[in-house]
C-alpha cells in the first residue's frame, strides 16, 4: 500500500541557510500535518493544511512556511536556519475516516 | 490544556515476560487515541486508534485499553523484536470537523533483550 513520502531524507545545512522539505501523501488523503522532533524529544505540531488551506497552526516559527500544492504534496520551507531547527521533521496525512500515517521523516542538521 | 502523561519512560523486559504501559491523558473531549511504535530515526508506525471508554483492540503480542482518563498498553511474551519506543498521542474533539493535531506523550522506550 502506498504511504507518505518524504524527501530528502537527510538534509545538512549551515546556520543562516534556508531549507525545504518535501511531503506526498497517502493519495485521496485530504490533510497534511507537520511535526517536528527534537531529540529525546515527543513529536510536537507545527502546521496542518486541509484541502490546501491551512486547518491549524501550532508552534511554528515565524521563519518557518508551509503550503500544500494543487496534487496534494506540501513543502515546508525553513528559513534563517538556527542550530536548534536541527530534528526530525515528519510528515503525516490523513482523511476524515482513517487515523494519521506519518512517513519516514527527514533528518535536518544545521552545522 | 491537553496532556499526555506517558509511564514508565524506560521498561526492560526478558523475552516472555509480560508487562503494561500507561498513557494518562489530560484533553477536553476525546476524539481518538492514537498508539504508535517509533524506531530509532524513523516515522511513527500507526498501532491502534481507540475512541471510547471501554474499547479495546488487539494486534498480535499487543492489546490497548481505554478509560476516561487513560489507555494501556498489554504487551503479551514480548520478542526482542517488540524493542522501540511506543508513543501514545490524543486528539480532541473540538477541532472541527477534519482530524486535528495530535498530542504525544513523551514515549516508553521498551527494551526485550533474549
Known amino acids: 500500500a502506498a504511504g507518505v513520502i518524504q524527501s530528502p531524507r537527510h538534509l545538512i545545512k549551515e546556520k543562516r541557510e534556508t531549507a525545504t522539505l518535501k511531503c506526498y501523501p497517502i493519495p485521496r488523503h485530504d490533510t497534511v500535518y507537520w511535526y517536528q522532533q527534537g531529540p529525546g524529544q515527543d513529536p510536537q505540531f507545527l502546521i496542518s493544511?486541509?484541502?490546501?488551506?491551512?486547518?491549524d497552526k501550532g508552534s511554528i516559527p515565524d521563519r518557518f512556511s508551509a503550503q500544500q500544492f494543487s496534487d496534494y504534496h506540501s513543502e515546508l520551507n525553513m528559513s534563517s536556519l538556527e542550530l536548534g531547527d536541527s530534528a526530525l521533521y515528519f510528515c503525516?496525512?490523513?482523511?476524515?475516516?482513517?487515523?494519521?500515517?506519518f512517513g519516514s521523516g527527514t533528518r535536518l542538521t544545521v552545522v | 490544556e491537553d496532556q499526555v502523561t506517558q509511564s514508565p519512560e524506560a521498561l526492560r523486559l526478558q523475552e516472555g515476560e509480560s508487562s503494561s504501559l500507561n498513557c494518562s491523558y489530560t484533553v477536553s473531549g476525546l476524539r481518538g487515541l492514537f498508539w504508535y511504535r517509533q524506531d530509532p530515526g524513523k516515522g511513527p508506525e500507526f498501532l491502534f486508534t481507540?475512541?471510547?471508554a471501554g474499547e479495546e483492540k488487539e494486534k498480535e503480542r499487543l492489546k490497548a485499553t481505554l478509560t476516561k482518563k487513560e489507555s494501556f498498553l498489554h504487551i503479551t511474551a514480548p520478542k526482542p523484536e517488540d524493542s522501540a519506543t511506543y508513543l501514545c498521542?490524543?486528539?480532541?474533539?473540538?477541532?472541527?470537523?477534519?482530524?486535528?493535531?495530535?498530542?504525544f506523550g513523551r514515549g516508553t522506550q521498551l527494551t526485550v533483550w533474549p
Open positions: 493544511f486541509y484541502e490546501k488551506m491551512q486547518s
Open positions: 503525516a496525512s490523513s482523511t476524515s475516516n482513517y487515523g494519521y500515517t
Open positions: 481507540l475512541y471510547s
Open positions: 498521542a490524543v486528539q480532541a474533539a473540538d477541532r472541527g470537523s477534519t482530524l486535528g493535531r495530535l498530542y
